[in-house]
DNA sequence: TCAAGTTGTCTATGATAATAGACAACTTGA
DNA sequence: TCAAGTTGTCTATTATCATAGACAACTTGA
């Protein structure tokens, strides 16, 4: 294969190398700490020049997904963050108890009114005033799910600006008062990630995803939270306990 | 937005911008016949070089997506073909119905044996020995659909290589001496496009498909072949008769 | 210790991608 | 008829993509 070959489809040959690697990753033909075969092997296999496959396993290495070792190969980094869904989870816990550095980051904050389920979930009427944010977690670099989380915008007026001061959905109802919380009703299906969710989890488009649906209660069991979570499906597993 | 900016993409700033305005027809936002906006509109809504606009634009021409008319406009050529669901339908006749040519292409034939849902689809027993056929079908120079085809291996032997040279599922069978068929149980979904198919197809990853699955009958009601068939959602419409 | 195999780095070349500016050719509507 | 707006074509420049070859630096196992 030749750039030319290649050129009417806008798609550079690395890119289509990193791709095939990363879902061969992905689909777990190779697992976490498995050796990839050498360099002149991928580029035999994807009939590519050796310095193409140096350039797809160097955009992998930066997204921390592989790992290069001098002399002796590359071997996969991507380890699935292992997420258990327990009663009291707070992300950072989870992130901090893999070895990684969790970040949160808000990417929008709005006005909204609660549709009835919304509403339902809440404990409020229809039509009541929330808060909608969006907002983005990451471990180390890596982006592990994007939420949508409604409040009601009485009782947390101006949430918006806390959390996007806080960058912590705990330090954010602590500002309110509320100095603890427990996950309620959890509901989890799959589904294909749109084009906004992809570019915000850094995913190829038509990459699986993760969805949740939970609410949090207060330690009375009332609703303070409902949260719409799309997880990248490769990159976390979630535990149920018994 | 500048080459650098995309660079770690290693996806061509033209193809972004003739994958959005595709998207822009598939969704409708662009109908059939419309006119685009000028090329300098374009550019400067994707923030990109009226050259970078008019190489995506040739790509979608290319591909009979859009035409471009000098001191006028560019126009979306791309109609969806109107696919009625009758008892007797011939891809060819449905496709010259609508002024276009219709092609067909075997892509690979092999050996199979009926799973117990083929069994039953074809009335024979499970285990039973099947030839499958993957094809191709074109109007004019785009594809439409890619269908896997499954048939009896005792009573149709050899039906790969006759497919592959008649390029045509009716005139197959009337190799083995059947004049008429019809359509049986047709059933109808929805998915998103894989990788395979998405080559074969031309497509984008992620792109909607429509899946259908269907038995072709003889005369007498005895089942002939049955079909899987993966449509390129955007580029057909199925039209169901009361 | 050594050979084989691995990744890292360097130079070099040609093709493609993206930008930029200018002008021609054409269509449309006033 | 004319002005405004459109697509078509040309030259030019810079950066990236992909290939190619050679060798260094390193790891591993015999």
Known sequence: M?????????????????DGIERGIADGRFAAGDKL???????????????TVRRAIAALAERGIVRAERGSGTYVEAQKLAYPLRSR?????????????????????SED????????????????????????RLADRTPICVSTTWLSAERFSGAGTV???????????????IRDYRRGATRITAGIVDATDAARL??????????????DLDLDGKPLVT????????????LVES
Do not use: C
Not at 7 to 18: D, E, P, T, Y
Not at 89 to 109: C, N
């Open 37 to 51: 075969p050498g360099e002149m092997e991928i580029a035999e296999t994807y009939r590519v020049n050796r310095h």
């Open 163 to 177: 959390f996007a001061a806080t960058r912590s959905m705990t330090k954010m109802l602590e500002h309110y008062g």
């Open 227 to 238: 949260k719409h979570s799309r997880f990248a499906a490769e990159r976390v597993e979630f």
């Open 2 to 18: 030749s750039m030319q070959d290649t050129a009417s489809s806008g798609v550079a040959l690395w890119r289509l190398v990193a």
């Open 113 to 136: 009114v609660a549709t009835r389920e919304l509403a339902r979930e809440l404990g409020l009427k229809t039509g009541a005033p929330l808060v909608r944010i969006e907002a983005i």
């Open 202 to 215: 850094d995913l190829p488009l038509g990459r699986p995803i993760l969805v949740v649906d939970a609410t």
């Open 89 to 109: 989870t707070r992300f950072s816990e989870i992130v901090g108890a893999d070895g990684r550095e969790p970040h949160g980051r808000m990417i929008e904050a």
